[in-house]
């Protein structure tokens, strides 16, 4: 049974830290999932649910499904239940342009996503998120969005449908129907409530404690109106790595307020550093 | 000698509450204004100043500055010395739409900024924040967007020059150059400084932690680029309530570091209520 307020289940864990900023364990350098799952209040990504992957879209599942590296879900059950019944969704990523080149981890949700997009023939709109690199990294406006533009060249290798794709940097496309539902976005989320989530300090600036707004409302198809005007408020599922949970914590709590169903996740481990643990 | 940091300023004075959402005086109800100069660190526009701007303009000054109904600045003789050396500046001014029409009091900023558009043959920006008005009255995206555009009509019915002005509700304009502005300032100012500017406290929502850069950014001219592109760094004069001074503070200290002019002020006391004082 869900709890009505996800974000209530984060508590601070000693042990091990996982957030979008920061991803350290315990002794021994793993990170504990089952843990982490508890933690985050998200739920397992089971093999019936996996078999019925399989039944839906007439292929084989995902090597990353069968092997555990996408390992936890919200509400991916709903997903699989609209597309049964003929309904649409749509899957929302992102990269945070913060170097050069993108790296095997980096790739791991692209890969993911554009295995999905061909098994359920759906949009995907990708979101570079040039302001938050440019407000945590400390880098230029003008840097980041170079670093966007590079990035999107590795993104594109991927080989999305390009007839279905959307793929967007914040300094461009902020701005219109997308700055409308940040504001709405934003007065429902108390400073108490984002401190609580992603623990921000009084010596951190505003520009971060305004971002989660930003990374929140590419769930919303209202957000994309050249996209979505006319369709029936479709669903968005989310692939991602689950240190990015705590963004959709807070956008599933915020969006039946605003009318919009919560934005179901399908979340990966995280890639292993290329290092000897002794 | 102003002090580096004009944000400090800023002391909580029992006695009087002057900030952008709440003014209230002391027993009888009169503002003292004198303790407020003091207060936010700002200097009162004296009878040489207004001599100065009879000889540049070569008309007789506004009664809003004969009667001292605009009685402090910030800067106002830097633009004064910037115009005699035939350098450019420019006006900003706004207006949060919070109810259907303007009246007196919100009509004083206008009416004095049409004459200082005149007297300088200067261009001209009004900000609509329909936004903050959705912020903080709780009124829903349309209902401020509507409000904005009603007041606009009060706005243009003062007689500016169509030519020289700009007028924009932030739903529509936000975005681009401007957005990038709004990140640049938002990555210098820390949770702590809008908390002892403003007073928030943890449960306000983050839109309201998010504002102070969007009313900060109309101060500095590549927020509009199709108005100032190419032209050099022009100097910009805000005329407005003293009421507003927190999020000019706030700008000047910020302006600096971007490689901006500070911008300059001319600050208005309040309309009288319409009340009887026993």
Redesign the interface.
Same mark, same amino acid.
């Given at each position: 049974m869900e709890k009505k307020d996800e974000t209530q289940h984060h508590e601070p864990e000693l042990d091990q830290v996982v957030n979008p900023w920061q991803v350290s364990a315990k002794d021994g350098g793993k990170i504990d999932y089952d843990k982490l799952i508890d933690q985050f209040g998200c739920q397992r990504l089971d093999q019936s649910l996996i078999d019925r992957v399989h039944r839906l879209t007439s292929r084989p599942p995902h090597v990353f499904l069968r092997r555990g590296v996408f390992f936890a879900h919200r509400d991916f059950n709903d997903i699989l239940d609209a597309y049964e019944k003929g309904q649409k969704f749509y899957l929302y990523t992102g990269r945070g342009p913060s170097s050069e080149a993108l790296h095997l981890g980096h790739l791991i949700p692209f890969m993911f996503t554009k295995y999905l997009q061909d098994a359920f023939k759906v949009p995907l709109v990708i979101q570079l998120t040039d302001?938050e690199k440019?407000?945590w990294k400390?880098l230029s /406006?003008e840097e980041s969005q170079r670093l966007a533009r590079e990035n999107a060249k590795d993104i594109i290798a991927c080989g999305f449908d390009i007839s279905r794709t959307f793929i967007f940097s914040d300094?461009?496309?902020?701005?219109?129907a997308f700055?409308?539902n940040m504001?709405?976005v934003?007065?429902? /989320?108390?400073?108490?409530k984002?401190?609580g989530i992603f623990g921000?300090?009084?010596?951190?600036?505003?520009?971060k404690?305004?971002f989660?707004?930003i990374q929140a409302v590419p769930s919303f198809p209202s957000s994309f109106p050249h996209l979505f005007q006319g369709k029936d408020n479709p669903r968005c599922l989310i692939p991602c790595a689950i240190d990015q949970d705590p963004y959709f914590r807070m956008t599933r709590d915020v969006a039946p307020r605003l009318g919009y169903h919560k934005p179901a996740l399908i979340e990966s481990s995280f890639f292993p550093a290329l290092q000897v643990y002794v």
């Open positions: 302001d440019c407000m400390n /406006v300094f461009d496309y902020v701005g219109g700055y409308k504001v709405r934003a007065k429902c /989320v108390t400073l108490n984002v401190t921000f300090s009084g010596e951190d600036h505003i520009g404690i305004s989660p707004p």
